[in-house]
C-alpha cells in the first residue's frame, strides 16, 4: 500500500513542502478503519452496537498500543529493513575495489530514447593516477523522499533497483546517440557495504574535484517551468541584461526551484564547493551555478520578490568556500556549526559530510568505519575530541537540550536541523517527543550566539584553566572531568517558557526569593534582579518593572519570532545587539530567563538553569567552563549527568588567583566520570 502511494501520488516534483511520513498514511488506514465500523451504527440502529462496542472498544485500548508499535517497529522497518533489503538485492552487480589505490566506479549511461529501458555499466578506475582514462561528470541531487519505492534499471546485465529521484535523473541525463559517464554515490558506491562507504567517503572530495562538472539535480521540474517550455531559464541566463518585468515574471518559478529538496542536504556543500564547474538542472532545463547565483543576487535586492534567506545565505557561503585559499584552515567544528541547519537522512552524515573540506587531518576526530558504528557513539568521540584538543568545556554547554540520549555531554547533531526542513524531510528522525528548544546560553565559548557574547559580559568561574578530560578505557559515553562542587539546589521554581506570563512567573520566583520587598536597595532584592539578568545589565527596576517588562515583550511579538532561535550565527548576534540598543532590561532578561528556572541553593544563593535542575542537583565548578555547571547527584555505580549550565549569585567570577590556590590546595578539585 505505501508503494503503491508513493507510486502514483507522492512529491512527483521532490519539494520539501510536498513530504510525508510513513506513520501519516497508516494513520489515515486507522481513521478509516473506524469510520467504517462507525456508520453502521447510523444505518442499522442501536443493534448494531451489541456487537460493534467490543470491536470498537478493543481498537480503542490498541491505540496506545499502537502509538508504540509505530515508533519502535514501523519506523525501524521502514528506515533500517527496508532500505537493507534494497542494498542486499543490488549488492550483486558489485565486485571488490581495492583501497590502497583508491579505486572509484565510474557509470557508463548506454544511449537511449526516453522510452526504453534504462541500460548502463560499471567501470573501476583509479583515482590515484594523474588523468582518469575516461572524464567523468558527477550527480549531487537528494536521495528523495521514498521509503519503499524503487524503480528497476539494467545494471552489468543484471536487474538493479534505484530510488525514483535517481531514476528520472538518468532517464533525463541519457544521450540519444552516445554513451555518458557519471559518477552517482548510489550506485556506485555498494551501500550494501559498509566498510566501503567508510572508506568511499573519505574519497568524495577527490571524486567531485576531479569530475569534470558537477550536475545538480533539482529534480523532474514543476508545472510551471514545464509549461514555460525553458522561457524561465532564459530569463535567469540573461538576468543582468532582463528587464524588470522579466524578472517579476520568473518569482514564482525561482520560488519553486528554492523549494526543490536538495537546497536542504548535508552533502551539497562540499558537492558544490570542491567542483571545477557546476550546473544546475531541473528536468530538461540547465543553468551555470554562477549565472543562477547572479540572478538570485538581483532578486533578493528588492525584499517583496522573498527569495529564500537560507538559500541565500547557502549561496553566498558556498562562494565564500570557493574562493578560500588553499591554506584556509577549516575545522571540523566550524563547518558543523555553520552548516547545521541541513538535513541528512544517516545522522552521521551530519559531520562526515564536511570531511571533505578539511585541510587538516582528522583520524582523532573520527572513528575508523564510521558507519559501523552508532551515531551517538560518533558524536561522543567527536565532542570528546573537541574538549580534548582545545581545552574548553564549550562543547559540553551546547549539548544542554540537545545531547545524545546515552551521553548527556555530548552533541546530537542530528537534533540541530532547522525545524522547517526536519519537519518536512520523510527520511529525519522522529524528535516531536525528545527535543526541547534549548535555552540562549550564558556561555559557550562564543562558538555561538550566547548572553556573554552579546552583552560583553564576560563569566570566570575557572579563570579559563583548561579542562583536564580523558576518555580511553572506558566506555565511548563517559568524560572525565576535574572540578570542584561549590553547593547544592534546596528548591526550584517555575519554568519560564511563555513570555505571556512574564509577570507571573517572576513574581512566583520573587516570592521563593523571599519577596517582594518594599524597598528597593534591599541587598536580596538586588541580588534577585541581578540573578535575572544573569549580571549582564547594571541598574535599578521598579516595582511594577515585571508588568512592564511583559507589556514591551509582548508588543515586540517575541513570542512568534524573536524566541525562536536564528539559524544564521551572525543574524542573530546582529539582532541580539540590536533589541538591546532598544530595552536593554527587558532583552537581557528574556535571553538569559526564557526557558530556564529560577532555584535556590542550601548556602542561599539565586541562581537560573535549564529544564533539567531539580531539588539535590549538584552545583560544580569544572576547569574549561567559565559558567557553573548543574550536575546530578552521583550515586554508587551510576555516574552524573549534564543537566545544564547555570547562573548563580556569587560564583560567576572566582576573587583569588585559582591557578595558585590549587598549587597551595586552597581549592581542592576531584576528578571524575559523567555520562
Given at each position: 500500500m505505501v508503494f503503491i502511494y508513493e507510486r502514483i501520488a507522492l512529491n512527483k516534483q521532490e519539494r520539501v513542502g510536498n513530504a510525508y511520513t510513513v506513520s501519516k498514511i497508516l494513520d489515515y488506514i486507522w481513521n478509516w478503519v473506524f469510520f467504517i465500523l462507525i456508520c453502521p451504527t447510523f444505518i442499522c440502529g442501536t443493534r448494531f452496537i451489541i456487537w460493534i462496542a467490543p470491536i470498537t472498544l478493543t481498537l480503542g485500548l490498541w491505540l496506545p498500543v499502537w502509538q508504540f508499535l509505530r515508533k519502535t517497529l514501523w519506523y525501524p522497518l521502514f528506515r533500517d529493513l527496508v532500505p537493507a533489503c534494497y542494498f542486499s538485492w543490488n549488492s550483486r552487480v558489485?565486485?571488490?575495489l581495492r583501497q590502497s589505490s583508491q579505486q572509484v566506479r565510474i557509470l557508463k549511461l548506454h544511449p537511449g530514447l526516453w522510452s526504453t529501458k534504462i541500460k548502463a555499466e560499471l567501470i573501476t578506475a583509479d583515482l590515484n593516477t594523474s588523468t582518469l582514462e575516461q572524464n567523468y561528470e558527477a550527480l549531487s541531487y537528494s536521495w528523495g523522499g521514498h521509503w519503499m519505492l524503487r524503480r528497476s534499471v539494467t545494471l552489468n546485465g543484471c536487474s538493479y533497483l534505484v530510488a525514483d529521484t535517481v531514476f528520472n535523473a538518468l532517464k533525463e541525463l541519457r544521450l540519444?546517440?552516445?554513451?555518458?559517464?557519471?559518477?552517482?554515490?548510489?550506485?556506485?558506491?555498494?551501500?550494501?557495504?559498509?566498510?566501503?562507504?567508510?572508506?568511499?567517503?573519505?574519497?568524495?572530495?577527490?571524486?567531485?574535484?576531479k569530475a569534470e562538472k558537477v550536475i545538480v539535480w533539482l529534480g523532474k521540474g514543476s508545472p510551471q517551468l514545464d509549461r514555460s517550455h525553458g522561457a524561465v531559464f532564459r530569463v535567469i541566463r540573461n538576468a543582468d541584461k532582463a528587464l524588470p518585468i522579466e524578472i517579476d515574471s520568473i518569482r514564482d518559478p525561482i520560488e519553486e526551484m528554492?523549494?526543490?529538496?536538495?537546497?536542504?542536504?548535508?552533502?551539497?556543500?562540499?558537492?558544490?564547493?570542491?567542483?571545477?564547474?557546476?550546473?544546475?538542472?531541473?528536468?530538461?532545463?540547465?543553468?551555470?551555478?554562477?549565472?543562477?547565483?547572479?540572478?538570485?543576487?538581483?532578486?533578493a535586492s528588492k525584499p517583496e520578490q522573498g527569495v529564500d534567506k537560507k538559500v541565500l545565505s547557502f549561496v553566498s557561503t558556498i562562494a565564500e568556500l570557493k574562493s578560500s585559499n588553499s591554506d584556509h584552515a577549516r575545522s571540523l567544528l566550524d563547518l558543523a556549526l555553520r552548516f547545521r541547519d541541513r538535513v541528512a537522512g544517516?545522522?552521521?552524515?551530519?559531520?562526515?559530510?564536511?570531511?571533505?573540506?578539511?585541510?587538516?587531518?582528522?583520524?582523532?576526530?573520527?572513528?575508523?568505519?564510521?558507519?559501523?558504528?552508532?551515531a551517538g557513539e560518533l558524536f561522543a568521540h567527536f565532542a570528546a575530541s573537541c574538549i580534548t584538543s582545545s581545552g574548553s568545556l564549550a562543547m559540553v554547554a551546547i549539548a544542554e537540550g540537545l545531547a545524545v540520549q546515552k551521553a548527556s555531554w555530548a552533541v546530537d547533531w542530528a537534533m540541530m536541523t532547522s525545524p522547517d526542513w526536519r519537519d518536512n524531510d520523510p527520511l529525519a528522525e522522529?524528535?516531536?517527543s525528545s527535543y526541547n528548544e534549548p535555552p540562549t546560553a550564558l556561555w559557550n565559548g562564543d562558538l555561538l550566539p550566547s548572553v556573554s557574547e552579546s552583552t560583553g559580559r564576560r563569566y570566570s568561574a575557572t579563570q579559563s584553566l583548561p579542562a583536564v578530560s580523558m576518555q580511553k578505557g572506558l566506555?565511548?559515553?563517559?568524560?572525565?572531568?576535574t572540578g570542584w562542587r561549590t553547593d547544592t539546589v534546596k528548591s526550584c521554581c517555575d519554568f519560564f517558557s511563555d513570555v505571556k506570563n512574564t509577570a507571573k512567573t517572576i513574581r512566583s520566583w520573587e516570592k521563593l526569593a523571599g519577596g517582594p520587598w518594599k524597598n528597593e536597595a534591599d541587598l536580596r532584592r538586588v541580588r534577585f534582579f541581578k540573578t535575572l539578568v544573569a549580571d549582564a545589565w547594571s541598574g535599578i527596576l521598579p516595582q511594577d518593572w515585571p508588568e512592564r517588562c511583559q507589556e514591551r515583550l509582548q508588543q515586540k511579538s517575541l513570542t512568534s519570532n524573536d524566541?525562536?532561535?536564528?539559524?544564521?550565527?551572525?543574524?542573530?548576534?546582529?539582532?541580539?545587539?540590536?533589541?538591546?540598543?532598544?530595552s536593554t532590561s527587558e532583552q537581557v532578561f528574556h535571553a538569559s530567563c526564557l526557558r530556564r528556572r529560577f532555584f535556590i541553593t542550601q548556602r542561599g544563593r539565586f541562581g537560573l538553569s535549564g529544564r533539567g535542575v531539580s531539588e539535590k542537583s549538584e552545583v560544580w565548578a569544572l576547569l574549561g567552563a567559565q559558567v557553573p555547571f548543574i550536575l546530578s547527584p552521583s550515586s554508587a555505580g551510576k555516574p552524573s549527568k549534564f543537566?545544564?549550565?547555570?547562573?548563580?549569585?556569587?560564583?560567576?567570577?572566582?576573587?583569588?588567583?585559582?591557578?595558585?590556590?590549587?598549587?597551595?590546595?586552597?581549592?581542592?578539585t576531584c576528578g571524575f566520570w559523567i555520562r
Open positions: 558489485y565486485s571488490d540519444p546517440n552516445k554513451e555518458r559517464w557519471l559518477w552517482i554515490d548510489a550506485i556506485c558506491i555498494d551501500q550494501g557495504n559498509l566498510e566501503e562507504r567508510g572508506w568511499q567517503v573519505a574519497l568524495m572530495d577527490s571524486i567531485y574535484r528554492m523549494r526543490a529538496r536538495w537546497w536542504s542536504r548535508v552533502w551539497i556543500v562540499q558537492e558544490v564547493a570542491l567542483a571545477a564547474s557546476v550546473v544546475v538542472r531541473s528536468g530538461p532545463n540547465e543553468v551555470r551555478w554562477d549565472t543562477l547565483t547572479a540572478c538570485l543576487e538581483r532578486l544517516n545522522p552521521r552524515d551530519k559531520l562526515l559530510g564536511y570531511l571533505g573540506l578539511l585541510q587538516q587531518p582528522t583520524e582523532s576526530l573520527i572513528l575508523e568505519n564510521p558507519y559501523r558504528k552508532s522522529d524528535y516531536s566506555s565511548w559515553n563517559s568524560l572525565y572531568l524566541v525562536q532561535p536564528e539559524r544564521d550565527i551572525e543574524a542573530q548576534r546582529n539582532s541580539f545587539r540590536h533589541d538591546l540598543s532598544l543537566l545544564g549550565q547555570a547562573y548563580v549569585d556569587g560564583l560567576m567570577d572566582y576573587k583569588g588567583d585559582l591557578q595558585e590556590d590549587l598549587r597551595t590546595h586552597k581549592v581542592t
